[in-house]
């Protein structure tokens, strides 16, 4: 399906409870000898959170201002979005080009989760109950907000739940590529694109890709995320992530 994109900037919109952005170009890089850079662990302690966490894994779009409640266009129209969050560092490999200066450095009061066994079966259950509820439109999981996918087994987890719940599509972006893990990522990825659209982040894997950079003129041939040049107001209203295969290209910010 070919969609047309405007170039001209549009407001923010009603999808979001906050729609104000962290500018671009002003990363927290922290320095190599950081407990958070040595320990691999999130730069904010989990004190930070203490008692804001409702309970669900997986959050509405509507409060990430990034995200957007529900897609507005294309082939996941009407699908309401959720955010899975997890800890960064401590879920990404360590040669991930962004590891001293992870956007989480600047992100305070997000929730992150650390998924053992029983939290997987909770998650197993959070997408049961959206199937039931989405089941007409779909429904979308962004990916990780913070983190990454930390084992092979946790990958096989949202294999086998792409063919249990078929109202289910994944967005998101990976570091992992030369492991265990990013071969078998590689794989789900490349079987199930229409509903898995997991970007290689650096364009490290055989599949579609994400990259950062410093400056616009640095993008090829790759599209800025519109959000980050304000043609967008967010994801939920653009949608690139899951339609183009062209390289989708982040102001490090
Ligand atoms: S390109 Fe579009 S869908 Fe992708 S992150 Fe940016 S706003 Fe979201």
Known sequence: ?????????????????IAKHTKPGNPLVLP?????????RPYFSKGANDG???GRLLISGENQRKLGKKVTKGKWKDAPI???TLEERATCPRDCDLWNSCYGNRMPWSIRHHIDDEKLFQLANELSDL???????????????????????????WRRCLKTFPGLR??????????EIGMC??????ENWDRFAVRSSGAKMDVPASRVVDRVEDRGDGIICPVQTERAACCA?????????????????
């Open 52 to 54: 804001r966490w409702a």
């Open 131 to 157: 199937q039931h509820k989405h089941w007409r439109t779909g429904f979308v999981i962004r990916l990780h907000v913070l983190g990454d996918f930390f084992s092979a087994e946790y990958v096989e987890f």
């Open 82 to 84: 959720f955010a899975l």
């Open 1 to 17: 399906m070919s969609m047309a994109y405007s170039t001209k900037k549009i407001p923010h919109d009603e999808h979001r409870r």
């Open 170 to 179: 994944v967005f998101g972006y990976t570091a992992r590529w030369h492991d």
């Open 185 to 190: 990522l590689a794989a789900v990825i490349r």
């Open 32 to 40: 190599d000898w950081h407990r958070a850079v040595v320990e691999g």
């Open 237 to 253: 209203t653009c949608g690139l992530c899951w339609h183009s295969k062209r390289d989708i290209v982040f102001l490090r910010h």
